[in-house]
């Protein structure tokens, strides 16, 4: 494990993508980033404040129903389902795409992801692009999040 913050920094949509058709087994995190995680090890689950098996993350990897649809519009999905984060858990939280192994499942059913080695950061301009890509799709895709009950 590298606790390392100097990360390379994926800087397009179109760069993401490559590293994803390239390589599986890749996860994204919004956190403040590997230097604070790998020291920890583990999550910890927001309602309870039970430490949980390994980091909580979203895989990448091409999921079979997806089947002939461009993986560009998948990674920008994953990217756009969890955009909000940095604004709910404040100052300093980014994305960065990590590999590692799954062990177990937390809360949301996320993967919960140990033996991790941190890959890149991701730019904030990768998620204008994810979010310009959502919003180009056909009918109103909205956040996984959604607000105003």
Same mark, same amino acid.
């Given at each position: 494990?590298?606790?390392?913050?100097?990360?390379?920094?994926?800087?397009?949509?179109?760069?993401?993508?490559?590293?994803? !058709?390239?390589?599986?087994?890749?996860?994204?995190?919004?956190?403040?980033? &590997? /230097?604070?995680?790998?020291? !920890?090890?583990?999550?910890?689950?927001?309602?309870?404040?039970?430490?949980?098996?390994?980091?909580?993350?979203? &895989?990448?990897?091409?999921?079979?129903?997806? #089947? %002939?649809?461009?993986?560009?519009?998948?990674?920008?999905?994953?990217?756009?389902?969890?955009?909000?984060?940095?604004?709910?858990?404040?100052?300093?939280?980014? +994305?960065?795409?990590?590999?590692?192994?799954?062990?177990?499942?937390? &809360?949301?059913? #996320?993967?919960?992801?140990?033996?991790?080695?941190?890959? +890149?950061?991701?730019?904030? /301009?990768?998620?204008?692009? /994810?979010?310009? /890509?959502?919003?180009? %799709? !056909?009918?109103?895709?909205?956040?996984?999040?959604?607000?105003?009950?």
């Amino acid at each position: 494990m590298d606790a390392t913050d100097d990360l390379p920094v994926v800087g397009s949509l179109a760069e993401l993508t490559a590293l994803v !058709e390239r390589d599986r087994g890749l996860y994204v995190r919004w956190s403040r980033g &590997p /230097a604070t995680d790998l020291g !920890e090890a583990s999550s910890v689950d927001d309602l309870t404040g039970v430490s949980m098996t390994g980091l909580s993350a979203n &895989p990448l990897d091409v999921e079979r129903w997806w #089947e %002939q649809r461009p993986v560009e519009l998948w990674v920008a999905r994953r990217l756009y389902d969890y955009e909000h984060l940095p604004r709910e858990k404040g100052p300093g939280i980014r +994305c960065w795409v990590l590999k590692g192994s799954e062990n177990g499942r937390g &809360p949301d059913n #996320e993967p919960l992801v140990t033996d991790v080695h941190p890959l +890149c950061w991701i730019d904030s /301009a990768v998620i204008d692009e /994810a979010r310009r /890509a959502v919003a180009r %799709q !056909e009918g109103a895709w909205g956040p996984l999040r959604r607000t105003g009950r």
